[in-house]
Antibody, heavy 120, light 106 residues
Framework: QVQLVQSGAEVKNPGASVKISCKAS????????MHWVRQAPGQGLEWLGI????????SYAQNLQGRVTVTRDTSTSTLYMELSSLTSEDTAVYYC?????????????WGQGTLVTVSS | ETVMTQSPATLSVSPGERATLSCRAS??????LAWYQQKPGQAPRLLIY???TRATGIPDRFSGSGSGTEFTLTISSLQSEDFALYYC????????FGQGTNLEIK
């Protein structure tokens, strides 16, 4: 069965960077677009970025341009998201998500979420 | 950016009754619309994609309709496990979510 298993919770100081991983199993990792979505405490869902199956094309939410980087390692079926220059506004649960079908845009599979807390 | 607006913010319905949730897009998204259910402490769960197609394993009491800018999620007979947060998402013009509807027990 498809599984997305994310790395554990992180606590970071303002100005630092965080890198979260998402290990995929149960399907051919290199066949699907992957996304990152976050959810601030008590808030809604915010799309952060997408990476294509081969890993050579990425797009990001405009408000995070320059701070977010999404990568993938096909050899280990792992997706990564790095966010730099953290502020308290980046405190959120971060989710990786896989599309239901390549290019479909809706997410049938989600990681369990990684809580990132930014605090001094 | 395509803004998604959900209404109402909170919907109070009794078990066994029908719930109707609305989602409006600021510009046409065609049928590129999904609905998700989220319970506390859990990741969202895909219910509907393509505006009206149920995802695998979703009971047929959940149905989606609409196209363009107006969409509806209907839950025909509410079960206890259906009380949760619901989000719509468009994936025509990049990806944006509505702010959510909290479906609570009346």
């Amino acid at each position: 069965q498809v599984q997305l298993v994310q790395s554990g919770a992180e606590v970071k100081n303002p100005g630092a960077s965080v890198k979260i991983s998402c290990k995929a199993s149960g399907y051919t990792f290199s066949n699907y677009y992957m996304h990152w979505v976050r959810q601030a405490p008590g808030q809604g869902l915010e799309w952060l970025g997408i990476i294509n199956p081969s890993g050579d094309k990425r797009s990001y939410a405009q408000n995070l341009q320059g701070r977010v980087t999404v990568t993938r390692d096909t050899s280990t079926s792992t997706l990564y998201m790095e966010l730099s220059s953290l502020t308290s506004e980046d405190t959120a649960v971060y989710y990786c998500a896989r599309e239901i079908a390549t290019g479909s845009g809706s997410y049938a599979y989600w990681g369990q979420g990684t809580l990132v807390t930014v605090s001094s | 950016e395509t803004v998604m607006t959900q209404s109402p913010a909170t919907l109070s319905v009794s078990p066994g009754e029908r719930a109707t949730l609305s989602c409006r897009a600021s510009q046409s998204v065609g049928s590129n619309l999904a609905w998700y259910q989220q319970k506390p402490g859990q990741a969202p769960r895909l219910l509907i994609y393509g505006a009206s197609t149920r995802a695998t394993g979703i009971p047929d009491r959940f149905s989606g309709s609409g196209s363009g800018t107006e969409f509806t999620l209907t839950i025909s007979s509410l079960q206890s496990e259906d009380f949760a947060l619901y989000y719509c998402q468009q994936y025509k013009n990049w990806y944006t979510f509505g702010q959510g509807t909290n479906l609570e027990i009346k």
